[in-house]
């Protein structure tokens, strides 16, 4: 059974074989900040077309939720989110140990034991 570290480690491996193959098929340049422009445009891009997806047209009659349009729409945006992650020399490792410092930062603020205030539950009652 693969780990979900794996999985993201896998998902990093592909991507990085991905844009390499697509810079050099589509003779592509740009230092890392043009990179990561790119890359935020891209997933603003999918955002949008993430948020038609979920009715947030208040202005128009609903449609039924499309599960599949909206998982290929988070994909999306994970396949540019971990190309950017790539461009900035980060890996699977660096990102999953940020996620998890971050998670616990996170739990902290709404604890109220974080030094940032605004955060903490008990301080909105």
Not at 1 to 27: C, G, N, P, W, Y
Not at 35 to 45: D, H, P
Not at 71 to 82: K, Q, S
Request: one cysteine or more.
């Amino acid at each position: 059974m693969t780990s979900t570290k794996d999985k993201l480690e896998h998902i990093f491996a592909l991507q990085k074989a991905f844009d390499e193959e697509l810079v050099k098929q589509r003779q592509l340049d740009g230092d890392m900040e043009t990179w990561i422009q790119r890359e935020i445009l891209a997933i603003i891009s999918e955002l949008a077309e993430l948020l038609d997806e979920v009715n947030f047209k208040w202005w128009k009659n609903p449609q039924p939720l499309n599960m599949s349009a909206i998982e290929e729409e988070l994909v999306d945006i994970l396949h540019f989110y971990v190309g950017m992650c790539l461009k900035a020399g980060f890996d699977a490792d660096a990102i999953y140990q940020a996620y998890l410092d971050k998670n616990k930062e996170n739990i902290r603020r709404q604890a109220g034991l974080s030094e940032k205030d605004g955060y903490s539950i008990a301080e909105k009652r």
